[in-house]
């Protein structure tokens, strides 16, 4: 079965600590893995799309990173406003667009 | 600005009353969605639309119908509302069919069935 889960469920950080986010998944022929960030009450934002393992892609204090059968987000110094929800999707050959649960990371002053 | 929008935001109804959500993007794009989010299940896709007059299911259909008669617009309809279809629903729109993973998503609806 075509699977999306993310680790930890919760992650409390100090500012400043910088940390990662996983999403491991076990659709067979990965179309894309594509991360966004949700804020409470808010509907998601797309940030970043990896298309083939070893593919980067960076965004102010985030880098997005691409196994064959995980993903990470990665904080670097990570400063209150980051505080969110993330979620990852990933999409196999077939079209279909999976979510994971989500990770909600929550960074302290 | 480009958005998608959603209304209503917030909507309390009772077993039974017919409703529509609606959903509009001013961005051209082909592809449009519905997902409901539910604590501990995560996103999960309703309807979705390649383009105009072309719908199909997702993996929650049961309880909602849809239609695209333009392509900016993609209404939900709930024709028997049940208190299982309480949730926090999300329209989203990405700009082809090809690229579906890369959505741009409405604010959300928050139904409560009573």
């Known amino acids: 079965e075509d699977q999306v889960t993310q680790s930890p469920e919760a992650l409390r950080l100090q500012e400043g600590e910088s940390s990662s986010l996983n999403c491991s998944y076990t659709?067979?022929?990965?179309?894309?893995l594509f991360w966004y960030r949700q804020d409470p009450g808010k509907g998601p934002e797309f940030l970043f799309t990896?298309?083939?393992a070893g593919e980067e892609k960076e965004k102010e204090r985030l880098k997005a990173t691409l196994t064959k059968k995980e993903s990470f987000l990665h904080i670097t110094a990570p400063k209150p406003e980051d505080s969110a929800t993330y979620l990852c999707a990933v999409q196999w050959r077939g079209g279909k667009l999976i979510f994971g649960q989500g990770t909600e990371l929550s960074v302290k002053p | 600005e480009a958005q998608v929008t959603q209304n209503p935001r917030y909507l309390i109804t009772v077993t039974g009353k017919k409703l529509t959500v609606t959903c509009s993007q001013n961005?051209?794009?082909?592809?449009m969605s519905w997902y409901r989010q539910d604590p501990g299940l995560g996103l999960r896709q309703i309807y979705y639309s390649m383009n105009v007059e072309v719908t199909d299911k997702g993996d929650v259909p049961e309880g909602y119908k849809v239609s695209r008669k333009e392509k900016r617009n993609f209404p939900l309809i709930l024709e028997s509302p049940s208190p299982n279809q309480t949730s926090l629903y999300f329209c989203?729109?990405?700009?082809?069919?090809?690229?579906?993973?890369?959505?741009?998503f409405g604010e959300g609806s928050r139904l409560t069935v009573l």
């Open positions: 961005m051209n794009h082909e592809y």
């Open positions: 990896l298309y083939s």
């Open positions: 659709v067979s022929g990965l179309r894309g």
């Open positions: 989203a729109s990405s700009l082809s069919g090809r690229n579906t993973g890369e959505l741009f």
